[in-house]
Structure formats: C-alpha cells, structure tokens
C-alpha cells in the first residue's frame, strides 16, 4: 500500500499519476461511476468499483454493464478481461486505492428537497477505511456546502483523521450528457473546488494525466456545487425558451428550426446566441432534478426564485402539448384518436441511450393509452424490464411490426436505427395519409412528405 497522492510534493504526485501506479476506487458504479471507471480502466489505471447492489457487482465481474451508453459495454468488458476494472461490495478495498471518488446519488424528496442518505452512507463507509494519504473527490450532484458541512464532518468522524490535513477532499461537478457521455469525459473541463490547496493540486494533477484534461479550480467545494446547479439551470430554461417558441411558431405556421438557426448566427458577449432546440419534453435525472435543488435552495435562503419554476413548469407541459399536435394531425385527416392506430417510437429520454428514468415519453404514452386508441410501441434501446417503468404494453420486436397499418407514426425518441430503414418502406407498410409527428425534430420534414406521410414537428 502506498502513502497515497495527498500531502506529497507536486513533483511526487505527478510522478505518481503519470506512472499510473495509484489505485481509484469509485463508489457508486450507476450512470455516472460506471462511465468513469470504465474510462480510466480503459486508459491504464486500476479501477475498483464498490456498490452495495450485489447483481450491480456481479454484472461488472462478469464483463457486463447495465448502463445503456454507446460504446460503454465494449470498454467494460475488455478492462475487466485485462483485469483493470473489477467489482465489489466491500468497502475495505478503499484502503489500498489512493483515489476515492464518490458517485452515489440524491434523488428528490416530495418538497424536491434532496435526499443525500445515500451520500452518508457512503461518507460512513469511506471513512472506516480511509488512510493519511487518500484524495476523496465527490462527484455527486448536491446543494452547496454538502462536501464542508455533511461530508467532511463524517469523514473526519469516522477515520480520526483531518481532511486538508492528513487526507485530500475535493467536489468536482460531473457535466456528462448521455449518450456522448464517454467523449464528453475526456473533453469538458474539469471543476475543482477543493477544501485546500493540496487537495486541489492533487486533483488537478489526476485529471490532467487521467483524462489529458485541465482543471477550472475554484474557490471551495460549495463554489463547485454551485456550478453544476448553474449548468443544469441554464439548459432546462433554455429548452423551456425554444418550447415557448416552438409554439408560436406552430401557430404562425413557420418552422422555429430555421427561425433558432438564424437566430444563433448573432455575436453576444463573448459567444453568439445559443437557443437549443425545442422537444416533446425534457426528462433524465439531472434537468429535471437541478432546478428544483436550485429553487429549494432559494426557499431556504429566504427568495422567491421565478427561473426554475419558470423551466420546470414549462419543459412539463409539452408532452400534453404533443398529444394535443397529434390528435389536431389525426382530426385534419379526417381520423379520431380513439378510432386510431398509434405507433410510437422511442420511450428513452434521450436519442440513441435505453434510460428511461424520469423520461418526458412516459406522460405521452399514458395519454394516449387513456385515449382508447390502438398502440404499438417499439424501443431497440431500451430493454423490456426498463420499458415497465413507462408502459405495460409489451414492446413490439421491430419497427416494421409496430408501424404495420398505422394511423399515425409518434417519434419519442430521435433513435438512428428508426433513420436506418427507408420513410418510404415505413409509408408503404402504414395506413394511407398517415401522420408522422415527430417528438424530437429529427427527421427532414421534405424527406417525410415526399415518402407520403403528413408530417409535423415541435414548431414545426
């Protein structure tokens, strides 16, 4: 066992990362921990991943993942093979890394206060195994001041040891999208807001020879926090933003696509204008989570923050937005709902991922389960135990099954295997005048119509 990272000369510590002789531990091995572990595993360092879900563990050892992120299953299987990732349920294992990071999550209470049990519970067992020497970086998203006033109390309770004294302790905010999580690891910006000064220099140095990046180190932990609020804040009101205009748009009967494109060629402050783009709703564990953190936060703070409620509020009206588009579609072709047949592709809350937590696609597809219509749904990303969390309608094999004689074709999710078979061989196998909504915008409305469907996007 070595002395660990912490409390070293700048000089040792790069040594140590370079040479790629420190242990990490990641605990927590869901979304986040799994991508992480697998990517340092992948670049040389050996990776033990600790959760208490025994068939998590076990999945891991045998070279699987259950995170269904592009490429991940690949990395996995092959560090494991090496044998440079392997998991455990066993937090002893924390002594012999010199590298702790903490993933575990918080989910919302039902005032969407955060629940940071798991957090604790984490902290508790780190600290039973913790050594002179060790970094602990927590990655998980929580309100500011949790690594100073919850995390750091336990730690040093626990271990008798002091963090910025005889172990490192640091936040790092984890900004990955899903589905170019593995890419976005290895290029955004590290944050860094460390309880001192060598705790953050250590963490530098890990992420710089870890992943080849630089990190944006600031003041203290709670700064760090702060920052992964902020992120999600911004991205959940923007989409709210381009939803707003996508309506406007609908009823101008213009295509708010090329109205943001153009709209995003103008010079402000240091960047242009970045409007996103407009959906069928907004869903995952982060934006639909954060700006609810942010806005309790507020409360507690004594303010009466507009933003977040402002974002949530809208972002949750477009799945009833899109079954209202889509029933106007069916009604101007003569059709009613009840009387319909409904494909629907894609449940995932994202394009090209199989997570359907929180997903905005689950709202749609009650709606139009209420509505008595006939419904087929097919997924090839998400597997059948994940697709009871949205519908109980089995999901159909393949698309061609799903879309045989529709009414109406709604795209959920934007997946590139639905762009892998011709518009025109799904118009051939659907009722005539068929509807294609489109959910996601991820389709040329010129390609739709010429294949025969009457088609129809968000603002589109």
């Known amino acids: 066992m070595s002395r660990g990272a912490f409390g070293r000369s700048d000089a040792e510590i790069d040594l140590l990362v370079r040479g790629m002789r420190s242990g990490i531990a990641v605990v927590g091995f869901g979304y986040i921990g799994t991508v992480i572990g697998a990517v340092l595993a992948d670049r040389g360092w050996p990776v033990t991943g600790i959760d208490v879900r025994q068939h998590v563990v076990d999945e891991i050892n045998q070279g699987k993942s259950h995170v269904p992120e592009p490429g991940l299953g690949d990395i996995v299987a092959s560090s494991v093979e090496v044998g440079r990732l392997r998991a455990t349920t066993d937090f002893s294992v924390v002594a012999d890394n010199d590298f702790i990071i903490v993933t575990v999550g918080t989910p919302l209470g039902p005032d969407y206060e955060p629940i940071v049990d798991d957090i604790k519970a984490a902290a508790r067992a780190v600290g039973e195994h913790l050594r002179p020497g060790h970094l602990v970086i927590l990655k998980s998203t929580v309100p500011p001041d949790t690594t100073e006033t919850l995390v750091q109390p336990i730690l040093e309770e626990v271990s008798g040891l002091k963090a910025g004294v005889d172990f490192g302790l640091a936040f790092c905010p984890e900004r990955l999208a899903e589905g170019q999580a593995i890419r976005e690891l290895t290029s955004i910006p590290v944050v860094v807001g460390a309880v001192d000064e060598r705790s953050a220099r250590s963490c530098a140095t890990l992420w710089r020879h870890a992943l080849g990046l630089e ?82 936060l507020g409360e507690n703070l004594g303010l009466e923050l507009r933003v977040p409620r402002t974002s949530r509020t809208v972002n949750d009206t477009m799945p009833s937005y899109t079954y209202g588009l889509l029933t106007q579609l069916l009604a101007d072709q003569g059709k009613a709902i009840e009387n319909s047949k409904i494909a629907v592709l894609g449940i995932a809350f994202k394009n090209n991922t199989g997570d359907c937590r929180l997903t905005p696609t689950k709202y749609v597809v009650e709606l139009l389960e209420g509505s008595g219509c006939q419904l087929t749904v097919h997924d090839p990303w998400v597997p059948d135990e994940e697709a009871h969390t949205v519908t109980k309608i089995p999901l159909s094999p393949d698309i061609e099954s799903a879309v045989k004689d529709a009414d109406a074709l709604v795209v959920l999710a934007g997946h590139r295997e639905f762009h892998q078979i011709p518009l025109v061989r799904l118009a051939d196998l659907a009722a005539d005048r068929c509807v294609f909504l489109d959910g996601r915008n991820s389709f040329d409305p010129a390609a739709a119509r010429a294949a025969g469907f009457v088609y129809k996007g968000i603002g589109r």
Request: some cysteine; overall charge negative; hydrophobic content about 50%.
């Open 215 to 296: 990190s944006i180190v600031v003041e203290d932990p709670r700064t760090a926090e702060m920052v992964k609020l902020a992120d999600n804040l911004w991205i959940d009101l923007n989409i709210a933003m381009a939803n707003e205009l996508a309506k406007v748009c609908d009823r101008l009967d213009m295509d708010v696509l090329q109205v943001i494109a153009a709209a995003n060629s103008m010079p402000k402050g240091m960047h242009n204008v970045n409007i996103l783009s407009p959906s069928m709703g907004v869903g995952g564990y982060c934006l639909t989570k954060d700006p609810w953190f942010v806005n309790h």
